[in-house]
């Protein structure tokens, strides 16, 4: 990871929600996975959304891959998002929601299916072009939502507790699948989690939030030693 050049830089990015405001600042280097911690409410997925563009900072900045996104929309912004309910349209087939990924139009050339081919087959779906969501297992939806964010070929690949449906089997698979995609593409990930193993798995440093705040960015082994906070330590006892 180069240090010089972060993925994601948060210049002091304020969202307020009534009364209650939550502040980020950090940079997170490229070509890494950021595991991104907390209690329930502390901002993760606010976090995330402030990065892919769902919500616009009332002060502050966001800036991805060296440039400012002040007035940069969601859809042209370097980031892929995949959420736990994973956003697949059950009457669409598989290739025609990977398809939403690359044009929502859905415009697609030979060229372009033949990429849904080969990420179908990448995620170990291959055959799976013509099935529906609802026949496919919560394994295989994350893993179709996985191909989709691999189509659109974005440095930045942001994911909102992916796993959480996922029995402790598929977690494993899933988790090992990322990882393996995470080194070929050299992509920036950003995994919110609720389980430490998904930390030792995967992630080279951690964001751990509470109360809208950046209470430590840390590498991952440094972070799996902190016993002195008392929020660290409940989420490693967990």
Known sequence: ??????????????????????????????????????????????????????????????????????????????VSVIFQDNNLFAHLDVTTNIGLGIDPGLKLSADDRARIGQALARVGLADYEKRRPPSLSGGERQRVALARALVQTRPILLLDEPFAALDPALRAG????????????????????????????????????????????????????????????AFLRD
């Open 174 to 233: 899933m988790s090992a699948l990322i990882g393996e995609l995470q080194a070929e593409r050299q992509m920036t990930v950003l995994l919110v989690t609720h389980h430490p193993e998904d930390v030792r798995r995967l992630a080279d440093d951690v964001l751990f939030l509470e109360e809208g705040r950046i209470l430590l960015h840390a590498p991952r082994e440094a972070f799996l030693q902190r016993r002195d906070l008392p929020a660290v330590a």
């Open 1 to 78: 990871m180069n240090a010089a050049h972060p993925a994601i830089a948060l210049e002091e990015a304020i969202v307020a929600f009534g009364t209650r405001h939550l502040s980020f600042d950090c940079r997170i280097d490229a070509g890494g996975i950021t595991a991104v911690l907390g209690p329930s409410g502390s901002g993760k997925s606010t976090l995330l959304n402030l990065i892919a563009g769902f919500e616009t900072p009332d002060r502050g900045h966001v800036t991805l891959m060296g440039q400012r996104m002040d007035d940069v929309a969601p859809s042209r912004r370097p």
